[in-house]
């Protein structure tokens, strides 16, 4: 269908549209027209990224004058898929009504890792030795030695790609990772390069967070994205913890042997070229003299990742003269291992400030401010000097001067903290120091600058008025959008007793209680036996579900349950996780469904979809608490008061609820599709925690299922599925609409939309 | 099954009175068609010679149990039990019973001295015979049918079968029977101490042992490259179940330790690498939009020693005892997806080395078929694009509606078959007579006069009157639904019902031959042979023969039923009718054509 929104025609792929779609389209439609930042909430199951994705290519398509460029930010690779796959549609249905008009090139943007189709190079075993395997093939200076020496291997995509030179582009069109690497393979070129250097030049980016936020990869990915993008943030409740964790850095033992060892390397390739090559390094010295600390522009497959710190805070000076000399530098470098090697012997737990770190720094070893913030790019400008191609044995290294750099640049929102075991075994010492930040809105701020709209949007952002705090921006539009729903296709019920009438909850003093875990086991095994196809089951930690997990295993319980469905598991090895899932699927594509064991924060949780049948019923065992004697966090909420004002215990029942959130909200897709949500701990049932709860879930729970034990919760499950398999009206009942079609839309017009919501 | 019929199968067995029984030894032979059990001591009173045909069903104890018996029931209640010193003898038996038995049964207890298959005048493999046999094992009728023609003689086995290729086909590549899928049940490692010493035991049986083979390859290849030269079967559970049993106490340290002094306990200790390699094959295959591995090799914000530690800490270990860590989880989604996968394999449990070798084999055959999938990859794609509609917002695509499932299409096209010639013989036949030597001329003159005809009048739009066509439609489905009586399929509402058991059964075997006859008596025209002439005399003397039995049952039923028996019967006699017509039409040409007459006509 196509409809106006004030001066734009919007392409919408469907016949009809939920209102709540056209309400967030034009909020965001508003903002754009006023260059500005938004945060929307729109619960899951509401189609957000379609209306966003057809709102924003239409305006795009509506100004062809002045193209604005769309930068479509995933947290993760598959969501990017998926992300793609909807644009696909899109895109499709654009041409089909506008004709060659609507051409635009949109495609996905990830590491060499997924876009690599050099055999030998793609089956290396993870990221950082793929990235090393292809610089080791097209490195400038392994290319140069090639050309002489044909015996020495180059990759051959790579090379036909720099053949074809300026001819190499891609057409227009929207391009998944599988179909880059399908045209690549077509073409005999490398896929990752060329969608490098697309990113450029297309109307519509696709990629992770971290090519924005975190600065290591945005400082080569993102660097030259026009003012007038707008960026979008997709399933942003996270971004502040995403924001953090771009900025922290921590180091370990093994760090500093790894950091050693690559430091007698580099020192012994230094002898090397001085018997060889002195030139070379009297020429880096010369670069470094005047000021630039690498060459002035890098060819792409030199580029590696660049410095830790944001863009704006780096100084535009010189490197200073006590480190341009190799051998100096690698001093300084040994001075600090040992440095920090010394602090790391420490008993008991530190903690300090970064001004105080490098004061302290600065006497015992020798290094001032200056020298520590220039650590990243004089260590980059060696390792090119040095032609290093084995990029993934110098991570020690690099992790060293990360940290050296982030610590030399910020004097607030940081703090380092020492701790000489883990606090849960105390008698394992394992020794170490973290960078960690607490600042959001420090990574996200060039973000913020840079572009003329961002735009973020989740299905929980609540409380709205966070995340502006938290992130330190301010939206033109900021609204929480409710849903409109045909039917109650959504059953939140909060289980505080077991069949046995005793509590249950994962509080520390409960949480390894025998009954406890008996009861969480008789409440799967009844829904089991009630509820068809898929059930998922968030546990708050790994360690909490292997435990629980094993121990309904002992008892037996297990195989009960297995006698209803299949069961899989999340672990930690994600191929392993992945494949769980992939079979998990099929599972509920036939037969009586599976069950599929997951954590909240884990992998699948942040985003994976169990909608339909994938998922008609998640139990969410315990509230998600961060482990809240982690020294970080005790820092971060130290940070949060001071700063805003924030009661840690808010913060963190905001941070569970949003979790929680964020799991349940995976069973819905559509409003077609229905499902249930347990939230099985007899703290749900407190106004406080519940009441964190977006609002979405909260206009279901009714007040009689607030305090429910399992057999009650088995005959509500069993009265909703019944009601859920009855035929329905799909476009709404009792003169409230919940499905429009393009004739509703024009008979509504703009003007009394506001009355509906 | 078809050389273990020539088989005599002779045992060690001991007879038994009852299970208690201590039990006479003596040696058990198996022929065909009978058993004797002579015992060693020739004065004891204990002798058996029996007729399979007279035994029933057999029963036998499940291999793994403490004794492997096997108890013969008979007709007449009594029954022979047998302990066999171990359970491949037993098994073997037991398999040569199962197969007697059904033969015994097929051949019709009437018939006992006919054996079941005769002889063939064609090479027959033995699973083509296997799947004829189970096939008249599984249909009564065509048992029945069998037996009276091919057994009778007038049709030869090959005829027999030739028309009803598409059923062994059927029966055996499309429709695989449903087959028991394995327990999801995860062989629970609780080994069973006895409290006062200080064994434990481990309960294997062949179940138990496919699941292990199917979820940890590594075992399986072990097995393999281990029994039986390294070390006999026993040795190697034996050394499974230790390690089984390290894994269950979860004391790493000590599993390490063991497996440093053992080689071979070390394999089943070490985490198996066979399943690792395979997940990195799936990984490539898995849907794009679950690969959380391709997001892991996107996320440079997670370097080592980058951004926060996660809360869950792995717990420190060595990593020298790395390998020797194995998680519950691993082994509950393994556990799933292999049940998930069915049963891949079609042998006999009993034997633990084929079982080994089967499940190597398909492994092999389906990671080498997953690399080179194109095709997958494409309905990969499309399952995502389906999944990312939003599915309400939008009419369905497809309409709604399921796929017409047919039970049997045999049923369908056979009354239909039959139906042709009812109507056949009754209207067209008669009415007009066909002139089959056309001249070119002839010929080309009729279609022009078509031509003009349809040039003067026009097209009739349509085609074809639909008045004219539901009248056929309607007599078709008529003629359908009344044949669904003649097959008495639909018992609920047959007139069959009211026909006393005798006539009805009787009437449906007619019905049945009757089809059977013509089905081959049409299909051996037109005679080109000597062969098919033969043919085609034997089948119109069978017919003729039951042509008095239908005007028999006709007058013996009750005077009140006799019209519906007769509305039954006319059809058949129809259909008879118009083959005789067709036999004698065609003796007349050929013996005007060549003079010469064909035997007894």
């Given at each position: 269908?196509?409809?106006?929104?004030?001066?734009?025609?919007?392409?919408?792929?469907y016949?009809?549209?939920?209102?709540?779609?056209?309400?967030?389209?034009?909020e965001?439609?508003?903002?754009?027209?006023?260059?500005?930042?938004?945060?929307?909430?729109?619960?899951t199951?509401?189609?957000?990224?379609?209306?966003?994705?057809s709102?924003?290519?239409?305006?795009?398509?509506?100004?062809?004058?002045?193209?604005?460029?769309?930068?479509?930010?995933?947290?993760?690779?598959h969501?990017?898929?998926?992300?793609?796959?909807?644009?696909?549609?899109?895109?499709?249905?654009?041409?089909?009504?506008?004709g060659?008009?609507?051409k635009?090139?949109?495609?996905?943007?990830?590491?060499?890792?997924?876009?690599?189709?050099?055999?030998?190079?793609?089956?290396?075993e993870?990221?950082?030795?793929v990235?090393?395997?292809?610089?080791?093939?097209?490195?400038?200076w392994?290319?140069?030695?090639?050309?002489?020496?044909?015996?020495?291997?180059?990759?051959?995509?790579?090379e036909?790609?720099?053949?074809?030179?300026?001819?190499?582009?891609?057409?227009?069109?929207?391009?998944?990772?599988?179909?880059?690497?399908?045209?690549?393979?077509?073409?005999?070129?490398?896929?990752?390069f060329?969608?490098r250097?697309?990113?450029?030049?297309?109307n519509?980016?696709?990629?992770?967070?971290?090519?924005?936020?975190?600065?290591?990869v945005?400082?080569?990915?993102?660097?030259?994205?026009?003012r007038?993008?707008?960026v979008?943030?997709?399933?942003?409740?996270?971004i502040?913890?995403?924001?953090?964790?771009?900025?922290?850095?921590?180091?370990?033992?093994?760090?500093?042997?790894?950091?050693?060892?690559?430091?007698n390397?580099?020192?012994?390739?230094?002898?090397?070229?001085?018997?060889?090559?002195?030139?070379?390094?009297?020429?880096?010295?010369?670069?470094?003299?005047?000021?630039?600390a690498?060459?002035?522009?890098?060819?792409?497959?030199?580029?590696?990742?660049?410095n830790?710190?944001?863009?704006?805070?780096?100084?535009k000076?010189?490197?200073?003269g006590?480190?341009?000399?190799?051998?100096h530098f690698?001093?300084?470098?040994?001075?600090l291992v040992?440095?920090?090697?010394?602090r790391?012997?420490?008993?008991?737990?530190?903690?300090?400030?970064?001004?105080?770190?490098v004061?302290?720094?600065?006497?015992?070893?020798?290094?001032?401010q200056?020298?520590?913030?220039?650590c990243?790019?004089?260590?980059?400008?060696?390792?090119?000097?040095?032609?290093?191609?084995?990029?993934?044995?110098?991570?020690?290294?690099?992790?060293?001067?990360d940290?050296?750099?982030l610590?030399?640049?910020?004097?607030?929102?940081?703090?380092?903290?020492?701790?000489?075991?883990d606090?849960?075994?105390?008698h394992?010492?394992?020794?170490?120091?973290?960078?960690?930040?607490?600042?959001?809105?420090?990574?996200?701020?060039?973000?913020?600058?840079?572009?003329?709209?961002?735009?973020?949007?989740?299905?929980?952002?609540?409380?709205?008025?966070?995340?502006?705090?938290?992130?330190?921006?301010?939206?033109v539009v900021?609204?929480?959008f409710?849903?409109?729903?045909?039917?109650?296709c959504?059953c939140?019920?909060?289980?505080?007793?077991?069949?046995?009438?005793?509590?249950?909850?994962?509080k520390?003093d409960?949480?390894?209680?025998?009954?406890v875990?008996?009861?969480?086991?008789?409440?799967?095994?009844?829904?089991?036996?009630?509820?068809?196809?898929?059930?998922?089951?968030?546990?708050?930690s790994?360690?909490y579900?292997?435990?629980?997990?094993?121990?309904?295993?002992?008892?037996?319980?297990?195989?009960?349950i297995?006698?209803?469905?299949?069961?899989?598991?999340?672990?930690?090895?994600?191929?392993?996780?992945t494949?769980?899932?992939?079979?998990?699927?099929?599972?509920?594509?036939?037969?009586?469904?599976?069950?599929?064991?997951?954590?909240?924060?884990?992998?699948?949780?942040?985003?994976?979809?169990?909608?339909r049948?994938?998922?008609?019923?998640?139990?969410?065992?315990?509230?998600?608490?961060?482990?809240t004697?982690?020294?970080i966090?005790?820092?971060?909420?130290?940070?949060?008061?001071?700063?805003?004002?924030?009661?840690?215990?808010?913060?963190?029942?905001?941070?569970?609820l949003?979790?929680?959130?964020?799991?349940?909200?995976?069973?819905?897709?559509?409003?077609?599709?229905?499902?249930?949500?347990?939230?099985?701990?007899?703290?749900y049932s407190?106004?406080?925690?519940r009441?964190?709860?977006?609002?979405?879930?909260?206009?279901?729970?009714?007040?009689?299922h607030?305090?429910?034990?399992?057999?009650?919760a088995a005959?509500?499950a069993r009265?909703?599925l019944?009601?859920?398999?009855?035929?329905y009206?799909?476009?709404?009942?009792?003169?409230?609409?919940t499905?429009l079609?393009?004739?509703?839309?024009?008979?509504?017009?703009?003007?009394?939309?506001?009355?509906?919501? | 099954?078809?050389?273990?019929?020539?088989?005599?199968?002779?045992?060690?067995?001991?007879?038994?009175?009852?299970?208690?029984?201590?039990?006479?030894?003596?040696?058990?032979?198996?022929?065909?068609?009978?058993?004797?059990?002579?015992?060693?001591?020739?004065s004891?009173?204990?002798?058996h010679?029996v007729?399979?045909?007279?035994?029933?069903g057999?029963?036998?104890?499940?291999?793994?149990?403490?004794?492997?018996l096997l108890?013969?029931?008979?007709?007449?209640?009594?029954?022979?039990?047998?302990e066999?010193e171990?359970?491949?003898d037993?098994?073997?038996?037991?398999?040569?019973?199962?197969?007697?038995?059904?033969?015994?049964?097929?051949?019709?207890r009437?018939v006992?001295?006919?054996?079941?298959?005769?002889?063939?005048?064609?090479?027959?493999?033995?699973?083509?015979?296997?799947?004829?046999?189970k096939?008249?094992?599984?249909?009564?009728?065509?048992?029945?049918l069998h037996?009276?023609?091919?057994?009778?003689?007038?049709?030869?086995e090959?005829?027999?079968?030739a028309?009803?290729?598409?059923?062994?086909?059927?029966?055996?590549?499309?429709r695989p029977?449903?087959?028991?899928?394995l327990?999801?049940?995860?062989?629970?490692?609780?080994?069973?101490?006895d409290g006062?010493?200080?064994?434990?035991t481990?309960n294997?049986?062949?179940?138990?042992?496919?699941?292990?083979?199917?979820?940890?390859?590594?075992?399986?290849?072990?097995?393999?490259?281990?029994?039986?030269?390294?070390?006999?079967?026993?040795?190697?559970?034996?050394k499974?179940?230790?390690?089984?049993?390290?894994?269950?106490?979860?004391?790493?340290?000590a599993?390490?330790?063991?497996?440093?002094?053992?080689?071979e306990?070390?394999?089943?200790?070490?985490?198996?690498d066979?399943?690792?390699?395979?997940?990195?094959?799936?990984?490539r295959?898995?849907?794009?939009?679950?690969?959380?591995?391709?997001?892991?090799?996107?996320?440079y914000?997670?370097?080592?020693d980058?951004?926060?530690?996660?809360?869950?800490?792995?717990?420190?270990?060595?990593s020298q005892?790395?390998p020797?860590?194995?998680?519950?989880?691993?082994?509950?989604?393994q556990?799933?997806?292999?049940v998930?996968?069915?049963?891949?394999i079609?042998?006999?449990?009993?034997?633990?080395?084929?079982?080994?070798?089967?499940?190597?084999?398909?492994?092999?055959a389906?990671?080498?078929k997953?690399?080179?999938?194109?095709?997958?990859?494409?309905?990969?794609?499309?399952?995502?694009s389906?999944?990312?509609?939003i599915?309400d917002?939008?009419?369905p695509?497809?309409?709604?509606?399921?796929?017409?499932?047919?039970?049997?299409?045999?049923?369908?096209?056979?009354?239909?078959?039959?139906?042709a010639?009812s109507?056949?013989?009754?209207?067209?036949s008669?009415?007009?007579?066909?002139?089959?030597s056309?001249?070119?001329?002839?010929?080309?003159?009729?279609?022009?006069?078509?031509i003009?005809?349809?040039?003067?009048?026009?097209?009739?739009?349509?085609?074809?009157?639909?008045?004219?066509?539901?009248?056929?439609?309607?007599?078709?489905?008529?003629?359908?639904?009344?044949?669904?009586?003649?097959l008495?399929r639909?018992?609920?509402e047959?007139?069959l019902?009211?026909?006393?058991?005798?006539?009805?059964?009787?009437?449906?075997?007619?019905?049945?031959?009757i089809?059977?006859?013509l089905?081959?008596f049409?299909?051996?025209?037109?005679i080109?042979?000597?062969?098919?002439?033969?043919?085609?005399?034997?089948?119109?003397?069978?017919?003729?023969?039951?042509?008095?039995?239908?005007q028999?049952?006709?007058?013996s039923?009750?005077?009140d039923?006799?019209?519906?028996?007769?509305?039954?019967?006319?059809?058949?006699?129809?259909a008879?009718?118009?083959?005789?017509?067709?036999?004698?039409a065609?003796?007349?040409?050929?013996?005007?054509?060549?003079?010469?007459?064909?035997?007894?006509f």
């Amino acid at each position: 269908m196509k409809f106006q929104i004030e001066d734009v025609t919007v392409y919408f792929p469907y016949d009809n549209i939920y209102p709540e779609q056209y309400a967030y389209m034009v909020e965001l439609k508003r903002a754009l027209d006023a260059k500005g930042h938004c945060l929307l909430e729109m619960p899951t199951g509401t189609g957000k990224t379609i209306a966003l994705l057809s709102l924003i290519t239409s305006y795009a398509l509506s100004k062809p004058s002045n193209p604005i460029k769309f930068i479509y930010c995933t947290r993760t690779v598959h969501e990017m898929e998926k992300t793609l796959s909807e644009l696909k549609l899109l895109h499709n249905y654009q041409l089909q009504h506008l004709g060659p008009a609507a051409k635009i090139l949109a495609l996905g943007l990830s590491s060499r890792k997924n876009l690599c189709i050099n055999p030998t190079v793609v089956s290396a075993e993870n990221r950082d030795s793929v990235d090393a395997a292809c610089r080791k093939l097209t490195a400038s200076w392994v290319r140069e030695l090639a050309a002489e020496n044909p015996r020495i291997p180059t990759c051959s995509f790579f090379e036909n790609y720099e053949k074809s030179a300026s001819e190499a582009i891609l057409p227009p069109g929207v391009y998944t990772l599988q179909d880059l690497r399908a045209y690549g393979k077509l073409k005999g070129w490398c896929p990752y390069f060329l969608a490098r250097h697309m990113v450029q030049l297309a109307n519509v980016v696709v990629y992770s967070y971290q090519y924005l936020l975190d600065p290591k990869v945005a400082g080569i990915i993102s660097k030259e994205m026009q003012r007038e993008s707008v960026v979008v943030f997709d399933e942003a409740h996270n971004i502040d913890n995403v924001c953090i964790e771009a900025l922290s850095v921590s180091v370990r033992m093994q760090t500093l042997e790894g950091a050693t060892r690559n430091i007698n390397r580099m020192s012994q390739e230094i002898d090397r070229f001085k018997a060889t090559d002195a030139g070379r390094l009297r020429a880096e010295y010369n670069r470094l003299v005047e000021g630039l600390a690498l060459r002035g522009d890098l060819p792409a497959s030199d580029a590696w990742l660049a410095n830790p710190a944001l863009p704006n805070d780096i100084l535009k000076e010189a490197v200073p003269g006590n480190i341009r000399r190799a051998e100096h530098f690698l001093s300084v470098l040994r001075r600090l291992v040992q440095y920090i090697r010394g602090r790391l012997q420490t008993e008991n737990v530190e903690k300090e400030g970064p001004v105080a770190f490098v004061a302290s720094v600065n006497t015992q070893a020798g290094i001032d401010q200056k020298m520590l913030r220039f650590c990243y790019d004089r260590l980059h400008s060696l390792m090119l000097t040095l032609e290093i191609s084995d990029t993934d044995e110098f991570l020690h290294i690099q992790t060293i001067c990360d940290f050296a750099t982030l610590v030399g640049t910020y004097t607030r929102g940081f703090s380092i903290i020492i701790e000489p075991f883990d606090e849960r075994m105390p008698h394992i010492p394992d020794p170490v120091l973290q960078l960690c930040c607490h600042d959001a809105s420090l990574a996200i701020k060039p973000v913020f600058e840079r572009f003329q709209s961002v735009v973020i949007t989740s299905g929980t952002l609540s409380p709205i008025d966070l995340y502006p705090r938290l992130l330190n921006f301010n939206p033109v539009v900021s609204r929480s959008f409710t849903m409109s729903l045909t039917r109650d296709c959504i059953c939140p019920m909060v289980l505080t007793r077991g069949s046995d009438q005793l509590p249950v909850s994962t509080k520390y003093d409960l949480r390894s209680d025998p009954g406890v875990e008996k009861n969480y086991g008789k409440l799967l095994l009844e829904m089991v036996s009630v509820v068809p196809d898929g059930i998922v089951c968030f546990f708050v930690s790994y360690s909490y579900m292997d435990g629980i997990v094993n121990s309904w295993h002992e008892t037996g319980l297990l195989k009960e349950i297995m006698q209803h469905k299949l069961v899989f598991i999340e672990t930690q090895d994600v191929v392993e996780t992945t494949l769980a899932l992939d079979n998990y699927r099929k599972a509920c594509d036939c037969g009586r469904g599976a069950v599929f064991f997951s954590v909240a924060r884990g992998k699948v949780a942040e985003g994976i979809d169990f909608d339909r049948h994938y998922g008609r019923l998640v139990i969410m065992f315990g509230v998600p608490f961060q482990y809240t004697l982690s020294r970080i966090l005790l820092a971060r909420l130290e940070y949060l008061r001071d700063t805003f004002q924030i009661k840690e215990g808010d913060f963190l029942t905001f941070d569970a609820l949003r979790q929680a959130a964020q799991c349940v909200g995976r069973v819905i897709r559509s409003k077609a599709d229905y499902g249930m949500m347990i939230f099985a701990d007899k703290r749900y049932s407190r106004h406080d925690k519940r009441s964190k709860l977006p609002g979405w879930i909260l206009s279901h729970l009714r007040d009689a299922h607030l305090n429910l034990s399992t057999d009650m919760a088995a005959h509500i499950a069993r009265e909703f599925l019944r009601k859920m398999a009855q035929p329905y009206d799909k476009t709404g009942v009792m003169g409230k609409k919940t499905l429009l079609s393009e004739a509703d839309l024009e008979k509504m017009g703009n003007s009394n939309l506001g009355e509906m919501f | 099954m078809a050389d273990k019929q020539q088989q005599v199968v002779v045992k060690r067995a001991r007879h038994k009175s009852s299970v208690k029984d201590p039990g006479t030894p003596g040696v058990l032979k198996l022929t065909k068609d009978r058993f004797t059990f002579m015992p060693n001591d020739p004065s004891s009173p204990v002798k058996h010679n029996v007729e399979f045909r007279t035994i029933k069903g057999h029963k036998f104890t499940k291999d793994g149990t403490k004794q492997a018996l096997l108890n013969l029931t008979q007709d007449q209640g009594g029954n022979y039990i047998f302990e066999f010193e171990n359970f491949p003898d037993r098994n073997v038996c037991k398999d040569f019973v199962a197969s007697a038995i059904a033969l015994s049964g097929e051949a019709g207890r009437t018939v006992p001295e006919k054996s079941a298959v005769p002889i063939q005048d064609e090479q027959l493999s033995a699973a083509e015979m296997e799947r004829r046999i189970k096939l008249l094992q599984e249909d009564s009728d065509l048992q029945k049918l069998h037996k009276q023609f091919v057994i009778g003689g007038i049709l030869s086995e090959a005829e027999f079968w030739a028309t009803r290729k598409k059923l062994l086909e059927q029966n055996y590549s499309r429709r695989p029977k449903q087959r028991v899928a394995l327990k999801n049940d995860m062989w629970s490692t609780k080994p069973l101490a006895d409290g006062q010493s200080n064994r434990v035991t481990f309960n294997l049986t062949p179940e138990i042992i496919l699941q292990i083979f199917a979820e940890k390859p590594a075992v399986r290849q072990a097995y393999l490259n281990f029994v039986p030269n390294k070390m006999t079967e026993k040795e190697f559970w034996t050394k499974y179940s230790r390690a089984e049993y390290l894994h269950s106490t979860k004391n790493v340290i000590a599993a390490a330790a063991e497996a440093a002094e053992d080689e071979e306990l070390a394999v089943f200790l070490k985490q198996d690498d066979m399943l690792v390699n395979e997940a990195r094959k799936k990984i490539r295959q898995v849907d794009p939009t679950l690969d959380m591995e391709a997001d892991e090799g996107d996320d440079y914000m997670h370097l080592p020693d980058h951004g926060l530690p996660r809360n869950d800490n792995k717990d420190v270990l060595d990593s020298q005892y790395e390998p020797y860590r194995r998680s519950f989880s691993q082994h509950l989604n393994q556990h799933a997806a292999v049940v998930l996968q069915g049963r891949v394999i079609d042998v006999e449990l009993g034997d633990t080395r084929s079982v080994a070798e089967a499940l190597a084999r398909t492994k092999h055959a389906e990671l080498a078929k997953d690399a080179s999938d194109v095709y997958l990859d494409k309905e990969r794609l499309e399952r995502i694009s389906r999944m990312t509609e939003i599915e309400d917002l939008q009419a369905p695509r497809d309409p709604a509606v399921a796929p017409l499932s047919i039970k049997d299409p045999r049923d369908y096209f056979d009354s239909q078959q039959a139906n042709a010639f009812s109507t056949l013989g009754d209207t067209v036949s008669g009415a007009k007579q066909l002139k089959c030597s056309v001249s070119t001329r002839e010929a080309y003159c009729s279609l022009k006069e078509c031509i003009s005809e349809i040039k003067f009048q026009g097209l009739t739009e349509p085609t074809i009157n639909s008045e004219v066509a539901f009248k056929v439609l309607n007599g078709l489905a008529q003629n359908i639904s009344s044949n669904k009586y003649h097959l008495g399929r639909n018992p609920n509402e047959s007139v069959l019902d009211s026909l006393p058991k005798i006539t009805r059964e009787e009437l449906l075997l007619h019905w049945s031959s009757i089809q059977e006859l013509l089905k081959h008596f049409w299909s051996s025209y037109p005679i080109t042979t000597k062969y098919l002439l033969t043919k085609a005399t034997k089948l119109k003397d069978a017919m003729s023969q039951i042509y008095p039995k239908l005007q028999e049952i006709k007058e013996s039923v009750q005077s009140d039923l006799r019209h519906q028996v007769s509305l039954l019967v006319q059809p058949m006699l129809q259909a008879l009718d118009a083959a005789f017509a067709h036999y004698d039409a065609d003796v007349q040409n050929r013996s005007a054509r060549s003079g010469e007459r064909p035997n007894g006509f």
